[in-house]
């Protein structure tokens, strides 16, 4: 099977996007992972499959996989890349779209400025949404990880993560931290792992280690974790700049039920075909 694909970016998270509009794919574990594979493959965070809308009033559907091959629910640079390409592939004229993942309905807006801003949805901290294994709600939770106890704030943005606030993002051991927990048992279904540092209210250092990606340059959805994090802890204002190994993102959120609207900037790299 031959598939054309394009190469995408968003602060050097990157993905490979297929357009499976006009014609039903479906893609295996192990195809995925061979997409992904920066040595065999075309090498990617994730992989993402433009499909038809499943659902009136939406104008696409689209499913997000990880580098190992699994579904995940949502993606925010990916959701930035999803309105670039398919207003670049001639998928559609509009400016703003609505989309359906498998962690809601999302509304991805291309800015005059070539940016573009999506709407999140509320975070969600309620345990179960995540989910995450405790007997009382709190703004707060102590985690047991490495002979050391954590204290994590908890969020689903569309998908799960976990926030912790350190000194300084260049020193905190992501790479030690994160895989114990992604795989935490208190998560069920893992987690993405959040590290954040707050320079002042308005502005954050954050590094993400990703729930079957490892550490990425840039997560859009991590960025709004932690911000909604930062927010519920009292140490955050509404609009916050996220500073990412990969750029920068502006994230605003007015509390509540309110949404969380992301913007920053997507690009596409490069096209090509691959034999799978």
């Known amino acids: 099977m031959i598939i054309e694909f394009t190469k995408m970016q968003g602060l050097g998270n ?8 006009a014609r039903p794919l479906r893609l295996s574990p192990q195809q995925i992972q061979r997409l992904a ?3 065999f493959g075309v090498g990617c965070d994730q992989v993402l499959l ?10 696409f ?9 699994g579904e995940v629910e949502q993606c925010g640079n990916g959701a930035r890349c999803f309105v670039r390409y398919v207003r670049e592939r001639g998928l559609t004229d509009k400016n703003e779209i609505v989309v359906e993942t498998a962690g809601g309905i999302i509304r991805p807006r291309l800015e005059a400025d070539g940016r573009v801003t999506v709407d999140m949805g509320a975070p969600r901290f309620n345990p179960i949404d995540i989910p995450f294994i405790t007997a009382a709600t709190a703004a707060q939770y102590d985690l047991d990880v490495a002979d050391q106890r954590l204290s994590v704030g908890v969020v689903s943005m569309g998908n799960p993560h976990a926030v912790l606030r350190v000194d300084s993002v260049r020193d905190v051991p992501v790479a030690e931290f994160g895989p114990l927990i992604e795989h935490h048992p208190r998560f069920p279904k893992r987690v993405n792992a959040g590290f954040m540092e707050v320079v002042s209210p308005r502005h954050i250092r954050l590094r993400v280690y990703e729930r079957g990606a490892g550490e990425t340059l840039a997560c859009g959805t991590g960025a709004c974790a932690a911000v909604a994090v930062g927010r519920r802890w009292g140490v955050l204002d509404d609009t916050v700049s ?6 920068g993102l502006t994230i605003q959120w007015d509390g509540d039920d309110n949404p969380v609207w992301m913007t920053g900037p997507a690009e596409r790299v490069f096209e090509g075909r691959i034999e799978l």
Do not use: E, K, S
């Open 14 to 21: 990157d993905f490979v996007v297929v357009d499976a509009t």
């Open 37 to 39: 594979d920066r040595h």
């Open 50 to 59: 433009v499909q038809a809308p499943r659902t009136p009033g939406t104008d």
């Open 61 to 69: 559907h689209y499913r997000i996989f990880n580098a190992d091959g």
């Open 242 to 247: 996220v500073d990412l190994p990969g750029g």
